[in-house]
Every structure is written in C-alpha cells, then in structure tokens.
Nanobody, 120 residues
Framework: QVQLVESGGGLVQAGGSLRLSCAASGRTFSSYAMGWFRQAPGKEREFVAVIRWSGGVYADSVKGRFTISRDVAKNTVTLQMNSVKPEDTAVYYC???????????????WGQGTQVTVSS
C-alpha cells in the first residue's frame, strides 16, 4: 500500500521557521517528482514546490523563503519554511508524480496533509 505521510506542521509566529517532512512507503519514488501543495480555507489547492533529482522549482509566493529537498535513499522529502507569513497558513500536502509539474492533476499519490498556521 502506497502511503505519503506528512509531519511537522503546527503553529508558528510570522517571521519564524517550520520544517515539514514527508515519508513515502509502499514503493520507491526515486524516479518520481516530489511536490508540496497547500490549500487554505475557501481556496483551491496551489503549487508550492517540486523536486526531482536536485534543485527545486518554486511558486513565486515562496521563492527565496522555502527550500525543498529530498533523500532518495530514505524515501523522504522535506520543505524548510523560513520567514513565514500569515498568508502561508494552509494545509500542506506532499505528492508524487511521474512527470514534474505544478498542476495537481499531474500527481498520482497524495498525503493526508498537515496544518500550518502562521500567527501575526
């Protein structure tokens, strides 16, 4: 059974940092692109960042503040969130896709999500 399990969410003050992790199991994702998306209440799910081998691609809204990385051997992907803002508040989802991209439709596997709340 394929599973993506996120962890590390919580409450953080604006300007602070948070580190999200995603552990994959049930298959190897070494050839998959691993991405992070987020969804705020009343809004559509939006792309945050994606990585395949090394180096990430980021949404403009998080560029320079967030960093995505992965450990292929451990089947994990992380999202380091720095200088967070109240508008970063959302449920954050880890996802895996055979083709790298920013559209949620391209992703084959999804985690259950972890809540991130940034207080002002």
């Amino acid at each position: 059974q394929v599973q993506l399990v996120e962890s590390g969410g919580g409450l953080v003050q604006a300007g602070g940092s948070l580190r999200l992790s995603c552990a994959a199991s049930g298959r190897t994702f070494s050839s998959y692109a691993m991405g992070w998306f987020r969804q705020a209440p009343g809004k559509e799910r939006e792309f945050v960042a994606v990585i395949r081998w090394s180096g990430g691609v980021y949404a403009d809204s998080v560029k320079g503040r967030f960093t995505i990385s992965r450990d292929v051997a451990k089947n994990t992907v992380t999202l380091q969130m720095n200088s967070v803002k109240p508008e970063d508040t959302a449920v954050y989802y880890c996802a895996a896709a055979r083709v790298i991209g920013s559209s949620p439709d391209k992703y084959d596997y999804w985690g259950q999500g972890t809540q991130v709340t940034v207080s002002s």
